[in-house]
């Protein structure tokens, strides 16, 4: 049974561009949670999503950042006209049911804006 | 606001001793705590998880405990192996109050000593 899968692992931009990074749950599992890691900081949430539903978006930047999760395909997280302060580790979890599992994570999507 | 707090930045511990990490948390709502281990450039990988109507929760060498009057958790290794040597990472949700998003502490580098 597959674990999360992310891609790319390793993403390098250039100030102004754009950041596509995927995530594929694991198999049977539902429900998709963003969280990303500053260098030397623990792991913020960013958000929440089901298929097709953004369930808690609370901790995702007012701008630029967006996130979606279709039917069919993977959740994809994406920062539109980068800066260098997006530069980090980008962790994908998912779990098969809600706010009854446990999160388990991908390998995460390390950022580099240059 | 940091509501949950790892307030020892590193721990280095005798191969086959007890390693005992620490987390506080200040947020009374949080009602499933979770420790997650990290090996650089990996993702978390989940080790134990406790519920807010339990003390304490055990699954081999690991033993979390619960003191939710003092707002205190931990994780207790037992005996300590070279492999354990990784970054330790508390978490905490508010899952009966549909919230499920974790809330991390910044972490602890457990260097097991052989």
């Known amino acids: 049974n597959a674990g999360v899968m992310q891609n790319p692992r390793h993403l390098v931009r250039r100030r102004g561009q754009e950041a596509r990074l995927r995530c594929s749950p694991m198999?049977?599992?539902?429900?998709v949670y963003w969280y990303r890691q500053l260098p030397e900081e623990g792991l913020k949430f960013m958000v929440y999503l089901q298929k097709e539903n953004i369930i808690d978006e609370s901790g995702m930047p007012k701008e630029r950042f967006s996130a979606e999760f279709p039917k069919e395909g993977p959740s994809i997280l994406r920062i539109q006209q980068v800066v260098r302060g997006d530069s980090a580790a980008y962790f994908c979890?998912?779990?098969?049911?809600?706010?009854?599992?446990?999160?388990?994570f991908g390998p995460g999507t390390r950022l580099t804006v240059l | 606001d940091q509501q949950v707090k790892q307030n020892s930045p590193s721990l280095s511990v005798q191969e086959g001793r007890i390693s005992i990490l620490n987390c506080d948390y200040t947020n009374s709502m949080f009602d499933y705590f979770l420790w997650y281990k990290k090996y650089p450039a990996e993702g978390p990988t989940f080790l134990i998880s406790i519920s807010s109507i339990k003390d304490k929760n055990e699954d081999g060498r690991f033993t979390v405990f619960l003191n939710k009057s003092a707002k205190h958790l931990s994780l207790h290794i037992v005996p300590s192996q070279p492999g354990d040597s990784a970054v330790y990472f508390c978490a905490a949700s508010a899952r009966d109050f549909g919230n499920e998003k974790l809330t991390f502490g910044t972490g602890t580098r457990l260097t097991i000593i052989p």
């Open positions: 979890a998912s779990s098969p049911r809600r706010a009854t599992d446990t999160q388990y």
């Open positions: 198999k049977g599992h539902s429900h």
